[in-house]
């Protein structure tokens, strides 16, 4: 009687464009205690998953509950926490504008607890997050100057006009207050419990080997069968 074993030991798996990640849009304001706790803890928690980047795509957009008026060829801004808020806010806006995606988000985290931590005072959370001097002085250069002003204003165009609290998070363009209070949550674990994430290392609970491998083998036909682009990595194949 012939009897063939196949047995297929997966390590890591890659799924590359299988399907859109979601693109999460943050509405902040740098003052905002509800915005510091959410940054500094669920996504600060989101970006400890060494597969943050598979998992979505998140943008901030510090204005909130702000208002904006035209004054000749520049814009004036009031803050629902005052003028120092506004300054927060544009220094962040100038800040993510000069840096990489990913370096944009750790900002982010480190601003919002350096202003915890300095008590409001935004241009020493600045300096401690901003350790690059020419970065820096470019920063507050955008900051104080027009590259600012407009760049606030475009953040203030793209922030919903009926949004009513911040942090207001859209997912795709959408609002929803059921996935928002997961995100604020526990955005880590909202998103890898979407359909196809669990197969990430980072999304995986921590469990023995032999379990990890049992919920490997159980979803990777269907993960073939959804994602053309789906290859093994790092794996080892046994035919008798």
């Not at 005052?82 to 601003?111: A, F, R, W």
């Not at 997050?129 to 900051?143: E, F, G, P, T």
């Not at 407009?150 to 929803?176: C, E, F, M, R």
């Not at 995100?183 to 290392?201: A, I, P, Q, T, V």
Request: proline share 3%.
């Amino acid at each position: 009687m012939l009897k063939t074993l196949l047995l297929i030991t997966i390590t890591t798996i890659s799924l590359l464009n299988c399907a859109d990640i979601p693109k999460i849009d943050v509405f902040v304001e740098s003052l905002c205690p509800d915005c510091e706790d959410f940054i500094g803890g669920s996504f600060a928690n989101y970006l400890q998953n060494p597969d943050y980047l598979q998992l979505a795509e998140v943008n901030f957009y510090p204005y909130g509950n702000a208002n904006e008026k035209k004054v000749g060829d520049h814009y004036e801004f009031t803050c629902q926490h005052g003028s120092n808020e506004c300054y927060g806010n544009v220094v962040e806006v100038c800040s993510l504008s000069k840096m990489s995606y990913e370096d944009g988000l750790e900002y982010m985290v480190c601003m919002e607890d350096g202003i915890r931590t300095f008590e409001k005072n935004i241009n020493n959370a600045l300096v401690n997050c901003v350790q690059d001097q020419n970065l820096l002085q470019s920063i507050l250069n955008c900051a104080l100057s027009e590259e600012g002003n407009l760049l606030q204003h475009n953040v203030a165009q793209k922030t919903p006009s009926n949004h009513k609290y911040v942090p207001w998070i859209q997912v795709n363009g959408v609002h929803d207050a059921k996935i928002e209070a997961a995100l604020l949550e526990n955005m880590n674990d909202y998103l890898c419990g979407l359909e196809g994430n669990s197969y990430l290392e980072g999304c995986q609970k921590k469990e023995d080997n032999s379990q990890v491998s049992k919920n490997l083998y159980k979803n990777f036909n269907s993960l073939t069968q959804n994602c053309p682009n789906l290859y093994i990595i790092e794996g080892e194949k046994f035919l008798n």
